[in-house]
């Protein structure tokens, strides 16, 4: 860190400490536009010196301190308004976890602009269909990432990631410092709708081609800072804490990460891709103390040959997908507290947690993991989540929502309203009309309610198993498949059965250091997994077909796709 120097347009000016946006005219004195942004700033006036964003994996390490991150975003505001960007205009950003998606996601906000954080992972025509779609004026892209635009003819502008002076992206930040005149930040008007959107999301894998609005308000309060302010009070992140950036920041706006991050004043460590050894390097050398992860990144960092008990306490925030309870007990024996939340694009990220309770310290370690696993209740910021049924009046008329009992087995579906909900699907009344029929957005999710008010996911309502006209949740069977010792990661689908409709198949990647015991002897494997589920599960829900392979297909985000599973069983 020492060695590196931050370019000259990167050094706030010593005689301003002016760090307000300029209010708008006429706003009552009772009011002020809750925006995330609040917090950058925030942070750069009570800890300017502090470090903000660590970059060390690369070739030209870069450091940022609060003052230095600010002074950059307040750049990249001013460069996007000389660039012809108005407010409301979107702007397309192509790159992993590196300091320019970092400056993005906050310089979209000082601009007033929408920020459409494109998935990495996806093909160059995935890619042109959201920059048409989403009208993208312009693109901020990673050098590694190119190939996906190839042909556009949308202005771009090209980071190599090296925070130097003759990177095209740092001129880019230059020519805003220039632009400016050095009005600093008093010369960006503060949003004064708190209804005017600022990130348009669009979701990837298993759902196809959607698209939504994420806005600072969703309604009357804002979305994304009561998001950030849940999701640092959940994990009780502070000035003392380091966050590892592990967890894709174009993935729903890292969950609103990036915001609760500033709004605790924590140190931030970017990496370009998700990297076992390194991950292990940095927790047991960096001081971190929190990062998210999907499952199977929790399954790759639990099973990787550097793990260890670190020597902080460390909180490993799990969402994307439900967790097994094995997974979380050997969270737990590793010495990583799991957090376990549950949200979706659509709730800006997490919106409910299993919440420890006193009366679980006498439990053992199995019987506490099952009820982290649940999804649990909704956060403080959080609207209403209930598990319904949906009871329509009439294929066009009114629709009732109808609370399932609490007993823990009667399913129905998640849904939930409030503050932390999407606005809209862009540009698609229709959609947008349907997701939230009954006052309520449907989640897809089914799941029962407990008698503690808890919720428990148990499958998607495309996932379940109607096996002799019983329904077998996938998720389920995967939760007990999950604890035989030498499964690593299972998933389980539906396939067709003669005599009762469907049957569970389970898709199996062996634990490494038991796979080389079932070279050569796969049936002998399966036999005993069904006979390990057996024990626990009902005859309709254990799998009639176990496949070991090798990895499971899976989005950018961990998400396990069972649209590509469903293929391979259909050629069976």
């Not at 048409?132 to 556009?152: C, F, P, Q, R, V």
């Not at 998001?227 to 003392?240: K, L, P, S």
């Not at 915001?259 to 390097?281: C, D, E, G, H």
Request: hydrophobic share 40%; net charge neutral.
């Amino acid at each position: 860190m020492s060695t590196f120097k931050p370019t000259a347009e990167s050094i706030p000016p010593s005689n301003n400490n002016e760090l307000k946006l300029k209010l708008p005219h006429n706003l009552p004195v009772n009011y002020h536009p809750l925006n995330p942004l609040d917090f950058l700033l925030r942070a750069a006036l009570i800890y300017g010196t502090k470090l903000a964003i660590a970059h060390p994996d690369v070739s030209t390490p870069v450091f940022y301190t609060y003052s230095v991150w600010a002074q950059r975003v307040q750049n990249l505001a001013y460069a996007l308004i000389k660039a012809g960007l108005k407010p409301g205009d979107r702007l397309a950003v192509i790159a992993p976890n590196v300091p320019m998606m970092a400056d993005s996601l906050q310089g979209a906000l000082a601009a007033r602009v929408i920020l459409t954080a494109i998935n990495i992972r996806l093909t160059p025509g995935e890619v042109a269909y959201i920059l048409d779609h989403s009208g993208a004026k312009l693109i901020l892209i990673d050098y590694e990432y190119l190939h996906l635009i190839k042909g556009t003819r949308i202005p771009v502008v090209v980071s190599n990631d090296t925070g130097r002076s003759e990177d095209p992206y740092e001129q880019f930040l230059s020519d805003g410092r220039r632009f400016s005149a050095e009005k600093g930040w008093p010369g960006l008007e503060m949003e004064a709708d708190e209804n005017a959107p600022a990130m348009l999301c669009y979701t990837s894998g298993t759902t196809g081609r959607y698209h939504l609005m994420l806005t600072l308000n969703s309604s009357s309060l804002p979305g994304t800072y009561l998001a950030a302010i849940a999701n640092a009070f959940e994990g009780q992140m502070n000035r003392e804490s380091t966050y590892l950036w592990i967890l894709p920041m174009f993935h729903a706006a890292g969950w609103t990460f990036p915001w609760a991050n500033t709004f605790a004043f924590t140190t931030q460590i970017t990496m370009r891709s998700v990297n076992y050894p390194l991950i292990w390097k940095h927790l047991l050398e960096s001081r971190v103390t929190h990062y998210c992860g999907a499952p199977t990144v929790q399954i790759g960092i639990v099973n990787d040959p550097a793990a260890k008990h670190p020597p902080q306490q460390i909180k490993a925030y799990i969402a994307g997908a439900a967790p097994t309870a094995h997974l979380i007990g050997s969270l737990e024996q590793i010495g990583i507290t799991p957090i376990h939340v549950y949200g979706l694009t659509f709730t800006y990220g997490p919106f409910t947690r299993s919440y420890p309770q006193e009366s679980w310290s006498s439990l053992s370690l199995e019987e506490r993991s099952k009820l982290i696993a649940r999804q649990g209740h909704s956060f403080a910021t959080a609207g209403d989540t209930r598990v319904v049924y949906r009871a329509e009046e009439s294929p066009k008329g009114p629709v009732e929502l109808v609370d399932v009992p609490k007993d823990g087995k009667t399913m129905g579906e998640i849904v939930t309203r409030g503050n932390i909900v999407m606005k809209e699907y862009f540009n698609d009344p229709d959609a947008t009309k349907k997701a939230f029929r009954g006052g309520y957005f449907g989640s897809g999710d089914l799941a029962v309610m407990y008698p503690d008010g808890s919720a428990a996911v148990l499958d998607r309502s495309k996932d379940i198993i109607i096996s002799g006209g019983e329904n077998a949740s996938s998720l389920s069977i995967e939760q007990e498949l999950a604890s035989h010792p030498h499964v690593l990661e299972v998933s389980v689908i539906a396939r067709e059965h003669k005599k009762w409709g469907e049957r569970p198949m389970a898709f199996v990647i062996l634990h490494p250091q038991h796979a080389s015991k079932w070279t050569g002897r796969h049936e002998e494997f399966a036999k005993d997994l069904i006979s390990h589920a057996r024990k626990t599960l009902p005859g309709f829900a254990c799998p009639e077909w176990v496949q070991i392979v090798p990895e499971l297909p899976k989005t950018s985000t961990g998400k396990i796709l069972k649209t590509e599973l469903r293929k391979v069983v259909a050629k069976l």
